[in-house]
């Protein structure tokens, strides 16, 4: 089943990508501002200080505060 689904979602942002340009690149963003805050999570869980992480990962204090 897992590869049915994998398979759908690359189906589904294939399409998206050839049909909605718009669309692809709002979700490539969310993802990857997604990926920013996950490894900034981790630097903040190893005591990496804020400030370092918001510049390396283009984040706000804000956001990394509430991670």
């Not at 340009?21 to 869980?45: G, I, P, Y």
């Amino acid at each position: 089943m897992m590869k049915n689904a994998r398979w759908d979602n690359e189906v589904v942002l294939d399409y998206i990508e050839q049909h909605d340009s718009d669309a692809f690149k709002k979700h490539d963003e969310k993802v990857r501002k997604d990926d920013r805050k996950t490894t900034a999570k981790l630097q903040k869980n190893m005591g990496v200080p804020i400030d370092v992480i918001a510049d390396t990962f283009n984040l706000t204090k804000e956001e990394i505060e509430s991670l």
